[in-house]
RNA sequence: GCUCGGAUGGUGGAAUUGGUAGACACGUUGGACUUAAAAUCCAAUGACCAUUGCGGUCGUGCGGGUUCAAGUCCCGCUCCGAGUACCA
């Protein structure tokens, strides 16, 4: 009988879903397991090759964990809102929700394809409204709480409220804007309701403000600090430029320290917390204040080496601080107006780019040196960057390289505050050892010592403390843009007013265009109903908006990274109307066990998602303070792209061999028109675009023409992309599935080769056939063999401990040899053959499944009992001892495991080989480990 | 520059705690079956030398070292990939 392997799969897919086979169950006495893709956002292209690869993983992973006896949660669903569509829409008029669905549903025929076992009854979209509702409602609730750094966590602004009105805000411990001022109760207490709502935003954990932010033009939006690739966005690749504007943030910054912390508990790759370390950026220091002479302004630095503070020659402040222009002297007003001006014409990538050329300009103030009393000269420099600690240093050439290049191109002096080192052609920025001389009270201290020493001093003289800054900026939250989550927000007065969250959700309104409006208003500008009601509760149209109870809605959405911050909960209970998932679910949900996705989201989604969680943990939302236990981050699958070289300035192509003759431009030619000898079919090629139909060719001496290929990442601009659609047909999903684990280690990036998924094929056959005597299904019950019980539990043992391990390469190599070996054997029994159809049935299901029912079972395979290794079955009696000469392995000699060292010295000494190879010589030592090898030296 | 990975046949990749390097698969070559092809099956396949057979030398990016024994451990480099980048 054949191995139909398109009737099997399409068989079992549609039994899977009829019979809602992976339906996981939330009120179970069972131990559970939570395994998680990243959240695929539904692109138009659909999939390629590339992306099931971690799909498989966690497939087989939660198909494992079922046969082992747990209760599976493996949900998929859709990070539907995001640009794509939007753009698309804009070119098309085509509305994102139209385009959306049309991409989720071929992502879904082609995930459904592949025979996964995902649970589609717990399927959510973010783009739902019965989904974003719960996005709306975290942020009413980041709105209404702040970050008490005493408690450490998120408390209600209730509470910030009564600190307020009992001792104002001096002592007031908790997370905030910069310059904030300073009140006391009574002060408070006379504020205006706009006032205290202004001084409370600067609390809240999403706030309002005027902020810095990457203004990308071609895109019409801001983008958040990981959207900037190399100072371009990330879609597109457009510049990106630095712009203040009034925005919804997110204080990601006031978790910063638990975000660091926690890292140490996950189970994920090292370079990924590594990344996420140094993007949260911790550096320890303190924050000390210059007096600037004839002026109040004070200038705040942060320094990671006080001890250098007797070394500082001059100030440098970044351009853009409001201070600038409050000290800057008459005298070169002009001359920093310009540099100015120049700077912030710059987009962040001109501005990266340019490191190596040093530029400034002299302020004309100067500050004041607290210990010395000295007049300091203030800079300004685009090398000192607004965005991070204060936006101003205290440069100190003798110790910092960049203070060190500016004071030498601007002539400045470098005076040296360290003992014995030369600093006249570079700055001496070793933080670990050196001692500290000219600096009064510091001289000839170590490091470590001189630091905490002037910290101390600095905080005795009240002109600083001691502070750990971080890199960690908040999050800008607004996007100017229609496909994403309405904020619950109107504005009275100019001030956010939340709408309650038993109004929610806040339903995205209809618009004509998707584009900003005349005057600049993001997309929802054009909404011709976008007010509310107050006293109704009601979104209501604009016409009657009267600032007294019907009012504007905000204009902006949320960013694409609001929905995915915490979808992982939303599966634990994806239909429940009041609340974003019960308590019981999330107590027996927990958190994600595994999660399975591409490592580009380390300083994104990861570190958002983490955010959020530890922000619903606090206000006891959930039960847990991360979202992703283990990790694991499948390496890219790329593709072979394929060029043909036409000659300069022709219509006219040459075989790859030949072209080293011609000058040529290499062209990407559809890899489904070249064949595994790298052939180019001619006649495809023609008919593939109007302009090659006249094409000439040069070719071999046999007539082919041969393409040149190079590894490249899939995509279809590249004409490489693999559907995994055409490897079903061909070949089947089962096939597709152990090919794809079989090329390499999970984790690591590799070329997709069509070529050898033959092999893999052949293999499935072959199994197919261990269960077949010709066109009859035949298995028999007799006793199976020694040998046979022996491949079975060696193969049981390596397959266990394989799926564990994350090593799917090696399990399929083990089926492999399996089934040779089962061959060989001429086993026939069900003794064996069963068990090995639930030991394959995670990696090839439905194969697995059609085996299984015929050998008799009514249900599924996918919960039958792991098959367990025993070690009774592979005992060894006899040893293939390696024997070595001096460390090279000559001949194998077959000894029983029970002897004891001696006797196999013995044995092996009186071979006749040994002998030969001794060529009489006496060793000089013979060294013997039994069950592994033995090596004689001499 | 810094951080984190990686480098093994013609190719993808195996190799437990340091213990037979190259499992498994692709490709290639030869053979069987066939009128022929495909499919299937069998055999060979790291390089070099030797060859009737037995065998030998070299070999895991490079140079050293530790060890009875190194792909694996240590020191110093080279190259490739990813992330990050004036972070005070």
């Not at 002897?899 to 030592?925: C, F, H, W, Y």
Request: charged letters at 25%; hydrophobic letters at 35%.
């Amino acid at each position: 009988m054949q191995y139909n392997f398109n009737e099997i799969e399409a068989k079992w897919q549609k039994r899977w879903a009829a019979e809602n086979t992976f339906q996981a169950n939330s009120n179970s006495a069972q131990k559970k397991f939570y395994g998680l893709d990243m959240f695929p956002y539904p692109s138009g292209a659909g999939l390629h090759v590339g992306h099931p690869l971690g799909y498989i993983a966690s497939d087989i992973v939660s198909r494992y964990k079922r046969h082992k006896g747990f209760n599976v949660l493996h949900p998929q669903g859709y990070d539907s809102f995001g640009l794509p569509a939007e753009q698309y829409a804009i070119q098309t008029g085509q509305h994102p929700a139209t385009t959306t669905k049309t991409n989720i549903e071929r992502y879904r025929q082609q995930l459904d394809r592949i025979g996964f076992s995902f649970d589609w009854s717990r399927e959510v979209r973010t783009s739902n409204p019965d989904y974003y509702n719960w996005t709306q409602w975290i942020f009413i609730q980041l709105f209404n709480h702040y970050y008490c750094y005493t408690s450490n966590k998120a408390q209600p602004i209730a509470k910030l409220i009564d600190l307020f009105e009992n001792e104002g805000n001096k002592h007031v411990n908790a997370a905030s804007d910069e310059g904030v001022e300073s009140f006391n109760s009574a002060e408070w207490k006379s504020f205006s309701s706009e006032k205290k709502e202004e001084i409370l935003l600067h609390y809240r954990l999403t706030y309002l403000a005027e902020t810095e932010v990457n203004w990308c033009p071609a895109l019409g939006t801001v983008l958040a600090n990981d959207e900037v690739v190399n100072g371009r966005s990330e879609r597109g690749s457009h510049p990106v430029y630095k712009k203040k504007m009034k925005q919804w943030s997110m204080r990601i910054s006031a978790y910063a320290e638990r975000l660091l912390e926690d890292l140490d508990g996950l189970d994920w790759s090292e370079s990924i917390k590594e990344a996420q370390r140094n993007w949260i950026g911790k550096s320890e220091g303190a924050s000390v204040k210059f007096n600037v002479k004839d002026h109040d302004e004070v200038i705040e630095v942060f320094t990671t080496r006080p001890d250098t503070i007797f070394g500082v020659s001059f100030m440098t402040l970044a351009p853009e601080l409001d201070l600038v222009q409050k000290i800057t002297t008459s005298a070169q007003k002009e001359a920093v107006d310009a540099y100015i001006k120049a700077s912030s014409l710059k987009s962040e990538r001109d501005r990266m780019a340019d490191v190596k050329t040093i530029s400034g300009v002299f302020t004309g103030a100067y500050a004041i040196h607290p210990f010395t009393q000295q007049l300091i000269p203030i800079w300004i420099g685009d090398y000192v960057l607004a965005g991070y600690g204060t936006g101003a240093v205290m440069a100190v050439p003798s110790g910092d390289q960049r203070d060190f290049d500016f004071a030498t191109h601007f002539n400045l002096p470098i005076p040296n505050v360290f003992e014995g080192v030369d600093v006249s052609k570079e700055a001496y920025s070793d933080k670990d050892n050196g001692v500290i001389t000219n600096s009064d009270f510091l001289n000839g201290l170590k490091i470590k010592e001189e630091i905490d020493k002037a910290i101390s001093a600095i905080e005795a003289k009240q002109i600083g403390k001691r502070h750990t800054n971080f890199r960690l900026r908040d999050a800008v939250f607004s996007r100017q843009r229609y496909w994403g989550e309405p904020f619950p927000v109107y504005y009275v007065n100019g001030l956010p007013r939340l709408i309650e969250a038993q109004y929610l959700p806040l339903v995205l309104p209809e618009i004509d265009e998707y584009l900003p409006t005349e005057d600049g208003a993001p997309p929802l500008g054009r909404a011709k109903k976008w007010a509310w009601n107050t006293s109704t509760n009601q979104v209501v149209s604009n016409d009657q908006i009267d600032e007294v109870t019907t009012f504007p809605i905000e204009l902006n959405t949320m960013p694409g990274w609001a929905g995915s911050s915490w979808y992982m909960f939303r599966y634990m209970d994806p239909h429940n109307q009041d609340q974003m998932a019960s308590q019981d679910a999330l107590n027996y949900w927990q958190n994600v066990d595994l999660y399975i996705g591409g490592s580009e989201h380390a300083t994104g989604h990861l570190l958002y998602s983490r955010f959020w969680t530890k922000f619903l943990y606090d206000i006891n939302e959930i039960p847990v303070e991360e979202p992703f236990k283990k990790m694991i981050n499948q390496g890219m699958i790329l593709g072979e792209s394929a060029f043909a070289y036409r000659i300069k300035e022709t219509n006219k192509f040459v075989t790859q061999s030949k072209a080293k003759d011609f000058e040529t431009d290499p062209i990407h030619v559809d890899v489904s028109m070249v064949n595994v000898s790298h052939q180019l079919d001619i006649q495809s090629f023609k008919k593939w675009r109007s302009e090659f139909a006249t094409a000439e060719f040069i070719t071999e001496k046999d007539g082919s023409f041969l393409v040149a290929r190079e590894v490249e990442k899939m995509s279809k601009s590249k004409y490489n992309v693999i559907n995994p659609d055409d490897i079903c047909e061909t070949y089947g999903a089962d096939t597709l599935r152990m090919y794809e684990m079989f090329l390499g280690p999970i984790e690591q990036a590799k070329p997709w080769n069509t070529a050898g998924i033959t092999g893999v094929h052949n293999f499935l056959r072959k199994l197919w056939k261990l269960y077949h005597n010709g066109e009859q299904f035949e298995v028999n019950n007799a006793a199976a063999s020694k040998e046979a019980m022996k491949t079975l539990h060696k193969t049981i043992r390596k397959v266990t401990e394989d799926i564990e391990n994350f090593s799917f390469n090696t399990s399929v190599s083990t089926f492999m040899i399996a089934v040779n070996e089962l061959a060989k054997q001429k086993c026939n029994s069900k003794e064996v053959l069963e068990p090995l159809a639930i030991l394959i049935a995670p990696f090839a299901p439905h194969i697995a499944e059609e085996l299984w029912e015929k050998l008799g079972h009514n249900d599924s395979i996918s919960t039958a009992p792991f098959p367990v290794y025993e070690d009774k079955y592979i005992v060894e009696e006899v040893k293939t001892y390696p024997i070595s000469f001096n460390g090279k392995m000559r001949f194998t000699l077959d000894l029983s495991l029970d002897l004891a060292k001696e006797e196999i010295e013995k044995s092996v000494m009186n071979d006749e080989r040994t002998k030969k190879q001794l060529a009489g010589r006496t060793p000089k030592k013979v060294i013997v480990v039994p069950g592994k090898i033995v090596n004689i030296v001499g």
